[in-house]
């Protein structure tokens, strides 16, 4: 359930504190975080502002469900009666049943949080549907619009925020993964938001940087690598007998030697470790 809160209430976003790579590092000294330190957590808005104080040694249920109620309440977002009752019972600590999992994801879904304008009604539908460049286009004429309501520009520019903010965390898990040459996830992610992002300024540009990536002759090679290895884990995985395992090891082992140099070398390695 948590896990629902975090991806469609929130935008995770994971920075590695250890062995990280260039753009890792520049992150942690952004916000000032000590390489090689315990998990902590900061949940920020568009400008990158801590929405509430820095999360540290917080690692239960119910301490990430409370101070995820905390920064929901700083930040101003309601969330539908039925879905604040079960997280607020996940923070005090009751387990949530199987119903009311499912009843909270429904409801945190891609739904906006509060009622906007109606004259932004084709712009919420847009939102709400995935189409998240659409959405802003029609905002962005809204605010635009001389003639428009007060009421009507202010949420206009809420729903162009909401949508800056999903590009940006896109952005940033982009070049996340990219450094970690994590490219399977890397590709997936952007042939999966490309459509969502149609029409939203800049999008264009940034997609097609990621088509040149992808034909690149060592990102292709990586890729190649990190297919094989894929395979390589889902028979270890279904190995049986003390046999299959051994025989699978024998293949990463080979892989890892033919690969030298890859992500997929790496973790065949760790794989090996393990």
Not at 202 to 219: C, H, N, P, R
Not at 252 to 261: H, M, T, V
């Amino acid at each position: 359930m948590l896990v629902a809160a975090l991806e469609n209430i929130f935008v995770p976003v994971m920075i590695k504190n250890n062995n990280g790579n260039a753009h890792e590092q520049a992150v942690l000294k952004e916000f000032k975080e000590p390489a090689w330190n315990n998990p902590v957590a900061r949940i920020i808005d568009a400008e990158k502002k801590d929405v509430i104080p820095r999360i540290n040694g917080v690692y239960t249920a119910p301490g990430v469900a409370g101070k995820m109620l905390e920064a929901l309440d700083a930040a101003g977002v309601e969330l539908g009666d039925d879905a604040r009752a079960i997280l607020k019972q996940v923070a005090d600590g009751r387990e949530p049943s199987a119903n009311e999992v499912a009843r909270f994801r429904d409801a945190v879904s891609s739904k906006l949080s509060r009622e906007l304008h109606k004259s932004l009604s084709g712009a919420v539908k847009d939102y709400e549907d995935g189409k998240f460049g659409k959405a802003a286009e029609s905002a962005a004429r809204i605010l635009d619009d001389e003639k428009a309501e007060a009421q009507a520009k202010d949420d206009a520019g809420y729903l162009v925020g909401l949508v800056d903010a999903r590009f940006n965390a896109l952005r940033f898990a982009a070049e996340a993964m990219k450094g970690r040459r994590e490219y399977l996830k890397l590709f997936a992610a952007i042939d999966e938001a490309e459509g969502a992002f149609k029409g939203y300024p800049g999008a264009d540009k940034f997609f097609d940087e990621y088509k040149t990536l992808a034909k690149d002759k060592e990102v292709k090679a990586e890729v190649k690598a990190l297919e094989k290895l894929a395979k390589l884990e889902d028979d270890l995985r279904e190995a049986r007998t003390d046999s299959e395992k051994e025989s699978v090891r024998k293949q990463l082992e080979s892989f890892a030697e033919k690969n030298q140099g890859t992500k997929a070398a790496e973790k065949a390695a760790e794989l090996l470790k393990g």
